[in-house]
């Protein structure tokens, strides 16, 4: 059992930064991918990028050039680094990790809010 722990969440006025931090009890090497997830108020868990274990990535569109995926195997930590803050990423934000076996690992999330 892995236990994932998100940080680095908080208030950040739009056009700022901010990153993410998502520390696993265990090791992440293995994980087949990682990805970030966020959820707002009355909208359905989205999907914002992915790194598999090879290390390629994937975002959705509307956080190209923005966002970016990182992993550190030897820290067991990925990392959301995010630029260029909209209001519209305001959004809880989940740490997932796929093991090798199938089997899913969430993190209990970190609020994100872009405001002015």
């Known amino acids: 059992q892995v236990q994932l722990v998100e940080s680095g969440g908080g208030l950040v006025q739009p056009g700022g930064s901010l990153r993410l931090s998502c520390v696993a009890s265990?090791?992440?090497?293995?994980?087949?991918?990682m990805r970030w997830y966020r959820q707002s108020p009355g909208k359905q868990r989205e999907l914002v990028a992915t790194?598999?274990?090879?290390?390629?990535?994937n975002y959705i569109t509307s956080v190209k050039g923005r966002f970016t995926i990182s992993r550190d195997n030897a820290k067991n930590t990925l990392y959301l680094q995010m630029n260029g803050l909209k209001p519209e990423d305001t959004a809880v934000y989940y740490c997932?990790?796929?093991?090798?076996?199938?089997?899913?690992?969430w993190g209990q999330g970190t609020q994100v809010t872009v405001s002015s």
């Open positions: 997932h990790g796929r093991g090798a076996t199938g089997i899913g690992y």
């Open positions: 265990g090791s992440i090497s293995n994980m087949a991918y």
């Open positions: 790194i598999i274990r090879g290390g390629d990535t």
